[in-house]
């Protein structure tokens, strides 16, 4: 499985990105699909996940700001964020679960004023 994720950017604090990642390959089995992220000097963490049957996860720290949604006939998942912080700064991985665990390449999403 190929993960292509896009939409990163530079954004000032209350902001909005779209970050989106397209899966391709060996996808017939792929169940969930999300976002972790990485900040400098922490440990990556989990973001948002959908299952293929719309179920969504959140971490505390996003919930009623970023939201995730999937379109599996483009095998595709996207993250709306907005209110941004800068403590939202980080790379952003895309994942993807077949049986195992697929990540993309990372997206760096910085907020600054």
């Known amino acids: 499985v190929q993960l292509q994720a896009s939409g990163g950017g530079l954004v000032q604090p209350g902001g909005s990105l779209r970050l989106s990642c397209a899966a391709s390959?060996?996808?017939?089995?792929?169940?969930?699909m999300g976002w972790y992220r990485q900040a400098p000097g922490k440990q990556r963490e989990l973001v948002a996940t959908v299952t293929k049957g719309g179920i969504t996860n959140y971490a505390d720290s996003v919930k009623g700001r970023f939201t995730i949604s999937r379109d599996n006939a483009k095998n595709t998942v996207y993250l709306q964020m907005n209110s941004l912080q800068l403590e939202d700064t980080a790379v952003y991985y895309c994942?993807?679960?077949?049986?195992?665990?697929?990540w993309g390449q990372g997206t760096q999403v910085t907020v600054s004023s």
């Open positions: 390959g060996s996808i017939f089995n792929l169940n969930s």
């Open positions: 994942t993807a679960v077949t049986n195992v665990r697929f």
